[in-house]
């Protein structure tokens, strides 16, 4: 069978098994182990394309019993694995940030759009510069050292409304009353 008939062979059957393998997954495990095992068994029925019967279903069903069960399998040799190390060498006590209620940055921090606290935690956690950052979230250095600037702005406005001065600085210079 050449590639072009493969293909559209494929390409007929992949609509029924997809939704059918879905609900069959989504009745057995989580709907992440579901995605992954869906993938794998696209991945065997395409390899095995030739061997599929006609009445393809209960075959894409076994292909997919198969791929759960080997993802079970993984899961519970990565458990055992997890609970030998650390038994064997104790993760250390990592402190959850803001570590105090009274922390300032860490409350200013969570007050502040996701977008702009996750490129102020790559910069100042993972110490990552702005190109980067970049390349972590698929943008361009130039977006991202803007996009940088304006998060340190907005944390600065969050720190100053919280500190006792509702965002107001003292004044530097003409008369004071």
């Not at 599929?52 to 458990?79: I, S």
């Not at 006590?93 to 860490?106: I, K, N, R, T």
Request: a positive charge.
């Amino acid at each position: 069978m050449n590639l072009d008939a493969r293909r559209t062979r494929f390409e007929a059957l992949a609509p029924s098994v997809i939704d059918a393998v879905r609900r069959y997954l989504a009745r057995r495990t989580d709907p992440a182990t579901a995605d992954d095992v869906l993938s794998e068994t696209l991945l065997v029925c395409w390899r095995r394309l030739a061997e599929m019967p006609a009445d393809h279903l209960p075959w894409a069903y076994g292909v997919a019993r198969n791929c759960l069960q080997n993802a079970e399998r993984a899961r519970r040799r990565q458990v055992r694995l997890f609970a030998r190390v650390v038994a064997l060498d104790p993760p250390r006590a990592v402190a959850d940030w803001p570590a105090q209620p009274d922390d300032q940055v860490g409350a200013a921090l969570a007050r502040l759009r996701p977008a702009d606290a996750e490129l102020l935690r790559l910069w100042a956690w993972e110490q990552l510069s702005p190109a980067q950052i970049a390349a972590v979230l698929g943008l361009t250095a130039n977006a991202t050292s803007i996009r940088l600037h304006r998060a340190k702005q907005r944390l600065r406005e969050q720190l100053r409304k919280h500190d006792g001065r509702a965002g107001h600085e003292e004044p530097t210079g003409g008369r004071r009353p």
